[in-house]
């Protein structure tokens, strides 16, 4: 089958620039997220922001008082938008449940799409947006952002540079105290697919899968548990008074992934955990010769008849959380205006969604084994 990446590779090298030399970009979905794209969008005058759509009218109210939305259109329905409006890209912002049909939408339109993650509900879904890109022959991006992290970078080198040897095994964690979050719906399986491991679990599975050269995976099982986020919180914390109630995810969800070269990877994600600290962003690769901690940028080998820790002495992380929303729309106006290799693209997004729906494919099965096609 054809695929998202294969039209990306094809298109690119035709895609022409837009007349002005700017790309026209709309949003579907001005809620939390889209003011981290806003303040990047500032950095990069590629972009004007023509309109906006959101179903609540308050947050299209909020989005047009930003300086760089003032020319733009909101909406409330993205299909009017899509079709009273000249749009070269859309950035999707919603809820996981409208990544799908909002992408489709705006690719059957004829305009690329830079869709936050994760990627979809399931990997129908995914492979769905990476029929309609093909078929548009418009390019597609997931917003996964900590693959530009230079400790993901440095990690990528280490293994090119063979320091770490062969892969065998990663430890993956995104691992939150008591951290399930009170706006939006993000406790709403319904509506998002799923608790910490879809909404947290998939930025270090992916950024991980990534510095490992993303190998296909074929199997994984997992356990899922909801113990706190249904009831009331009887704590202080840091997102306090979430919405109980409607509290349909898991708290916490471990598993393993099995890739086709062997590697294999351990995964752990909670909303709500009785652990020491948050350990929210991590992950570790283990090989024949040398590990590596993403969050401490350490190289772990062995040298000078010596078990050595070897961090890096400078890496520029900088205001990581700004600089990688910067990256991530960057990446995607170069393939747009010049042609150059998305980040991550509809495949990788749909692996990644294999893997989480593996896992939880798993656990509703009690834990046992399921294939990952
Ligand atoms: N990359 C990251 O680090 C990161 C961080 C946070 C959230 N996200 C992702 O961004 C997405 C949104 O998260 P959020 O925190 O902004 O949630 P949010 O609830 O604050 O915002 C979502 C917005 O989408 C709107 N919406 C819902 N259905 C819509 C529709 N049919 N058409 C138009 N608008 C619609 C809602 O009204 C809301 O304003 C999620 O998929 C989430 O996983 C990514």
Redesign the pocket.
């Known amino acids: 089958m054809a695929t998202a990446k294969t039209a990306s590779k094809k298109k690119s090298s035709v895609i022409t620039a837009p007349k002005s030399n700017k790309i026209r970009l709309a949003f579907?979905?001005?809620?939390?997220?889209?003011a981290s794209h806003l303040d990047a969008l500032r950095q990069l005058p590629q972009y004007e922001i023509v309109a906006g759509?959101?179903?609540?009218p308050e947050?299209n109210t909020w989005f047009k008082a930003h300086d760089i939305c003032q020319n733009a259109n909101t909406y409330t329905d993205?299909n009017e938008m899509l079709k009273k409006e000249k749009i070269d890209a859309v950035d999707v912002?919603?809820?996981?449940g409208?990544?799908a049909p909002?992408t489709i939408a705006a690719l059957n339109a004829g305009c690329h799409v830079i869709c936050?993650?994760?990627m979809a509900m399931n990997p129908k879904e995914c492979e769905a947006m990476c029929a309609a890109a093909e078929k548009a022959g418009k390019l597609l991006e997931i917003?996964f952002?900590w693959r530009y992290h230079p400790s993901t970078l440095m990690c990528m080198r280490a293994i090119k540079e063979g320091v770490l040897g062969d892969i065998l095994y990663v430890k993956v964690h995104a691992m939150r105290r008591r951290g399930v979050p009170n706006?939006?719906?993000f406790g709403q399986k319904a509506l998002q697919g799923g608790g910490p491991m879809i909404?947290i679990g998939v930025?270090q599975i992916e950024s991980a899968h990534c510095a490992i050269g993303q190998p296909k995976p074929v199997a994984a099982s997992g356990k899922t548990w909801t113990f706190l986020g249904d009831k009331p919180s009887k704590v202080v914390s840091m997102w306090p008074n979430w919405d109980y109630k409607t509290y349909t995810v898991e708290d916490l969800c471990v598993g393993q992934v099995r890739f086709e070269n062997g590697i294999l990877m351990q995964i752990e994600s909670a909303f709500c955990s009785h652990l020491e600290e948050n350990e929210y962003l991590n992950w570790e690769v283990m090989g024949t010769k040398g590990g590596f901690n993403f969050r401490d940028n350490t190289i772990y080998h062995d040298m000078a008849g010596t078990m050595v820790n070897s961090k890096a002495a400078y890496l520029p992380i900088g205001n990581a959380w700004d600089q990688f929303f910067i990256n991530k729309l960057q990446n995607f106006s170069d393939a747009i205006l010049k042609g150059t290799p998305l980040g991550a693209d509809g495949q990788e997004g749909t692996a990644v969604q294999k893997i989480i729906d593996g896992l939880y494919r798993s656990a509703a099965k009690g834990g046992v084994e399921v294939a990952i096609k």
């Open positions: 579907i979905g001005t809620g939390g997220i889209s759509c959101d179903i609540k947050r993205f912002c919603t809820p996981n409208v990544h909002a936050e993650k994760p917003g952002q706006w939006g719906v909404d930025h």
